[in-house]
Nanobody, 114 residues
Framework: VQLQASGGGLVQPGGSLRLSCAAS????????WGWYRQAPGEERELVAT???????NYADSVKGRCTISLGNAKNTLYLQMNSLKPEDTAVYYC?????????WGQGTQVTVSS
């Protein structure tokens, strides 16, 4: 499975961004999808996950501000981020899980700053 993340950028505090992650290859084997982020000097942390059936889970730090979703064709993952804070600044990575492996995209930078 190959993943291509996009949608990052510079946004002011309180603003919104929508990240996308396009999957190609053996998409039928994917059981769950996720977004993680890594700030400078920090460990990579979970942002949100969603199963192929649509069950979502969020980190407490983003709950109520972010929505994870799958496109209708189930080959694109989205993360709608609202009310962004400077502490949301990080490289955001998409990932997918199959029965045999875990795949990662290349990351997209999100910077929240005035």
């Amino acid at each position: 499975v190959q993943l291509q993340a996009s949608g990052g950028g510079l946004v002011q505090p309180g603003g919104s961004l929508r990240l996308s992650c396009a999957a190609s290859g053996m998409i039928f084997s994917i059981t769950a999808w996720g977004w993680y982020r890594q700030a400078p000097g920090e460990e990579r942390e979970l942002v949100a996950t969603i199963t192929s059936g649509g069950s979502a889970n969020y980190a407490d730090s983003v709950k109520g501000r972010c929505t994870i979703s799958l496109g209708n064709a189930k080959n694109t993952l989205y993360l709608q981020m609202n009310s962004l804070k400077p502490e949301d600044t990080a490289v955001y990575y998409c990932t997918v899980y199959t029965y045999v492996a875990n795949y990662w995209g290349q990351g997209t930078q999100v910077t929240v700053s005035s």
